[in-house]
């Protein structure tokens, strides 16, 4: 079950460790809204993170309001709209950590949803 939670626009809360609410927002729909945050997908990629010996993760994309979603072309039912899903490369002393890899620890790991993006970057989606 999800645990979502919203944060205003201008939230600047530090979620995890590693990850900040300001690199979860919606890139792009050109208007300024809330950000939902699955909670538990996020404190997953943390956990995950520290399963890979990763170090930094920048995420690509996140949270994607309905307006986005479409604008670029995404799913219906994209996790992205229930933010329960993200686009993200990760780093281990300052090297990439290539997404042939992560993909196969994520599998280990049990994310439900794994796409291959290009050479740098996995979506995961809980």
């Given at each position: ?7 205003d ?12 609410i300001?690199?979860?927002?919606c ?15 996020i ?7 520290a ?9 690509s994309?996140?949270y ?7 604008k ?17 490369c ?37």
């Open positions: 079950m999800a645990n979502i939670k919203s944060f626009s201008n939230s600047k809360t530090q979620l995890t460790k590693n990850i900040n300001s690199e979860l927002k890139k792009g729909s050109g208007h300024i809204h809330n950000t939902k945050v699955d909670l538990d997908h404190n997953k990629i943390q956990n995950f993170m399963y890979i010996g990763a170090t930094k993760v920048i995420f994309r996140c994607s309001c309905k307006e986005h979603n479409s670029i072309g995404g799913s219906k039912n994209s996790q992205h709209l229930i933010s329960c899903a993200t686009d993200q990760f780093y281990k002393d300052g090297k990439i950590i290539p997404a042939k890899e992560v993909c196969c620890k994520a599998q280990d790991y049990g994310f439900k949803g794994i796409a291959y993006i290009n050479k740098n970057y996995v979506h995961l989606d809980s």
